[in-house]
């Protein structure tokens, strides 16, 4: 369902990023209220797809994993054709690909990733997961945590995300 698709989404990127995926965390992010996260999360647990501990924290099992790299990489493709060809700006595509995504089929997206040129990142610069590889969600320095006069982003390195400017340098 999509709401199960959109926790497990969400699972992958918080702790991708190094993000604490406690319940509170999920139910904000998600936007509902964190008794409803308990519900789903028990949900997710007895089909194997999360681990639970005491604490009220989450994980993917290797099965969640693949199912949210999956998630992951129809909206993000989604995001791409949708500032690539539909016109959208980068802040305009989140909910619209939220609304594709569970409904675009394998073949249709196999075919939009072949029209953008297999892109390697989304137009916010997050890697696009490519079918059947172990990707691993994985983020550079944090901009609190970067030292002065250090360069954070390649993005200029990174052609098909779009127009992206040079990499930041503080």
């Known amino acids: 369902t999509a709401p199960t698709e959109d926790a497990l989404r969400t699972i992958f990127v ?6 604490e995926v406690s319940t509170s965390a999920l139910a904000r992010h998600l936007g509902v209220a964190p008794p409803t996260v308990s519900v789903m999360l028990k949900r997710l647990a007895e089909h194997g797809l999360v681990e ?6 989450a994980s993917l099992t290797p099965h969640g994993a ?5 998630v992951v ?15 959208l700006g980068p802040h305009e595509v989140h909910d619209e690909a939220d609304a594709l995504e569970h409904a675009v089929s394998d073949r249709l997206l196999e075919r939009i990733d072949t029209l953008l040129g297999r892109p390697t990142h989304d137009p916010h610069g997050d890697p696009i ?12 320095t944090r901009l609190a945590d970067a030292a002065v006069a250090s360069n ?7 052609a098909d995300v779009g127009a992206p ?4 340098v503080l």
């Open 152 to 158: 954070l982003l390649g993005l200029d390195e990174q």
């Open 165 to 168: 400017p040079p990499g930041l």
């Open 14 to 19: 918080l702790s991708g990023r190094g993000d």
């Open 66 to 70: 693949r199912h949210a790299r999956h």
């Open 52 to 57: 639970r501990t005491p604490d009220h924290r």
């Open 129 to 140: 997961p490519r079918t059947g590889d172990a990707h691993v969600e994985g983020w550079g």
């Open 73 to 87: 990489r129809r909206h993000r493709l989604l995001e791409t054709f949708l500032v690539r060809v539909v016109g």
